[in-house]
T-cell receptor
């Protein structure tokens, strides 16, 4: 069974801090994704990566960056956290190939004070 | 750009009744349509998916139908049970899109005992 692990379930940080959210998958998937989930807005794609060191912007990349140095690990970085980045963050992975489902982690509930 | 509209945003049914959630997609090249269920405090999990060469797919009490001409697809849950209460997300994808899914806004289903 695919396992996508996010490093923290809950995280509290202060405005202006640099925040790292980590995601690890154990199924050798090529594709990895970071989403933000807010009530009424569904799942919005922040960034995704289809290979090591490759990244592409999603729908809402402003204020975020990502890093993928190893295939199994995809990190989301909030360069200078702001209160409007308080949200639930979900990581997902999928194998390469046509039309494969994504597998999600448990999410990180991030609060910026 | 690519867009998926999902309706209704909330749905309340009595236990034993059927529930239907509808999604419309904008990109006619879309050919993969997964549905995810997210229980409170848990990760989204794939419950069923359909590819564009199929018009309908069933798995026990859940079924998905696809109308490529009208560019819409629907989730049908029969004989609903309280444990079906969750947020449901539809999504669409197309070949060569590096696994990227476009999600609908979500439907909160409440099944009353």
């Amino acid at each position: 069974d695919v396992k996508v692990t996010q490093s923290s379930r809950y995280l509290v940080k202060r405005t202006g801090e640099k925040v790292f959210l980590e995601c690890v998958q154990d199924m050798d998937h090529e594709n990895m994704f970071w989403y933000r989930q807010d009530p009424g807005l569904g799942l919005r794609l922040i960034y995704f990566s289809y290979d090591v060191k490759m990244k592409e912007k999603g729908d809402i990349p402003e204020g975020y960056s990502v890093s993928r140095e190893k295939k199994e690990r995809f990190s989301l970085i909030l360069e200078s956290a702001s209160t409007n980045q308080t949200s639930m963050y979900l990581c997902a992975s999928s194998p390469t190939g046509t039309n494969q489902p994504q597998h999600f982690g448990d999410g990180t509930r991030l609060s910026i004070l | 750009g690519e867009n998926v509209e999902q309706h209704p945003s909330t749905l309340s049914v009595q236990e034993g009744d059927s529930a239907v959630i509808k999604c419309t997609y904008s990109d006619s090249a879309s050919n993969y349509f997964p549905w995810y269920k997210q229980e409170l405090g848990k990760r989204p999990q794939l419950i069923i998916d359909i590819r564009s060469n199929v018009g309908e797919k069933k798995d026990q009490r859940i079924a998905v139908t696809l109308n490529k001409t009208a560019k819409h697809f629907s989730l049908h849950i029969t004989e609903t049970q309280p444990e079906d209460s969750a947020v449901y997300f539809c999504a669409a994808s197309k070949t060569g899109n590096t696994g990227k899914l476009i999600f609908g806004q979500g439907t909160t289903l409440q099944v009353k005992p």
